[in-house]
């Protein structure tokens, strides 16, 4: 089992985030659904008393979705590989500021596990252990920080959303030069712990690896989309949000199955 901690940081609070968070999910997942692939939310619900989450975050946003990627994967591997291969199920519990994510395949089972529990804090990522991780687990630990305006691949690359450029006009914040993590006010960090592990032998290392590192790509294309989707989305409230993505649920139902294929599945 692989154990990553990305801490992700971002130019607002933590109460903001919130809102960017829940509005950049259901716009995401809109651009990235078409032509057979993308997202179908299955349940979007509250939920309390979850036994897992203990007292401190009981209650919150519960969801379920399927992410089908048939079609963002090369012709030989659509032909060997099973339907249900290429299809993700997801469970979240949003009890903001701390989320669990739990990703399984129904068709390798108990073979595939990616666990993600992400707490948001205000500051810089310099807290070495939000997660209370026990010794074991902190020696197999490596940590990782993404700095969304910075090492931007050029298979992810949009001038429109390259945060060295952007200005919000709502807020005044950007353009985020080189170092701006030291100087940035108001400033937050996502702490997400990342734990994958994928039984097959022979092939457990390297594709447990490569999982890490798509989940990295996404991190940091996600939340560099938070921050230049700013505008979008800055004053709106959660119950804004809660509206948004009813409405974005029926529309995801029929763009699925039509239209172009769009390009990486995105998870926050």
Known sequence: ????????????????????????????SRQETGGGDGVQVLVNKPFSN????????????????????????????????????????????NAYPY???????????????LTIHTHHLPGRPDQENVHHLPPEELKHREVVIIDIAGNISSADYSEAEDPT?????????????????KKADPIMTAYKLVHFQFKKFGFQGIVEKKVM????????????????????????????????????TAELEKQRDKGEVRGHTIRD
Request: aromatic share 16%.
């Open 99 to 113: 989320c669990k994510t739990v990703v399984t395949n129904e068709y390798l089972g108990e073979n595939f596990l």
């Open 165 to 181: 450029k952007f200005k919000s006009k709502k807020t005044g914040r950007g353009p985020l030069p080189a170092g701006w993590m």
């Open 50 to 93: 979850h036994p897992l989450l203990g007292n401190e975050f009981a209650a919150g946003q519960f969801t379920k979705k399927k992410y089908f990627f048939r079609n963002k994967v090369n012709g030989f591997i659509r032909t060997v590989a099973p339907k249900s291969a290429l299809i993700l199920d997801e469970e979240a519990w």
């Open 213 to 248: 590192g798509y989940e990295e790509r996404l991190f940091a294309k996600f939340h560099r989309q938070v921050f230049v989707w700013i505008d979008r989305w800055y004053g709106l409230t959660v119950e804004d949000i809660r509206r948004f993505e009813e409405s974005i």
């Open 1 to 28: 089992m692989l154990i990553k901690e990305f801490r992700i940081v971002l130019p607002m609070t933590v109460e903001e985030y919130q809102v960017g968070q829940l509005w950049s999910i259901a716009e995401s």
